[in-house]
């Protein structure tokens, strides 16, 4: 039977064995390349709702003054704004011109140079 006490010590278990096979995992250059993007595109996407929810609140509305401002379900708003998902790029436009922002993709300075130049 486990207990409540049981729980930390077994959670600090797993997560240092995630750690421990993550790291070696991240061994292999392929995979290490594919955790790097994934990783790059979640924080991405992490930084594109989090600008979006902060504007969405200077400008005081709520995610359902929002949602109705540019026509969705308010209840997808709310997913959008609150839980770990992948807004569509369309809903991310509509939000953003309805906050009276701009969506902008700016190349990095110092990264690799273009596939079709290599």
Do not use: C, W
Request: charged share 35%; proline share 4%.
């Amino acid at each position: 039977m486990t207990t409540a006490t049981d729980t930390p010590q077994r959670d600090a278990q797993d997560t240092s064995y995630h750690d421990r096979r993550l790291a070696r995992r991240l061994e292999d250059p392929e995979f290490r390349a594919g955790f790097e993007r994934e990783k790059r595109e979640i924080e991405t996407i992490d930084a594109i709702v989090n600008a979006l929810d902060h504007l969405r609140d200077e400008h005081g509305l709520s995610k359902a003054q929002l949602a109705r401002e540019i026509g969705k379900n308010e209840a997808s708003i709310r997913r959008l704004l609150t839980a770990p998902v992948n807004p569509e790029l369309r809903t991310v436009v509509a939000m953003a011109d309805a906050l009276d922002a701009d969506v902008r993709i700016v190349p990095r300075k110092g990264r690799r140079r273009s596939r079709a130049a290599a």
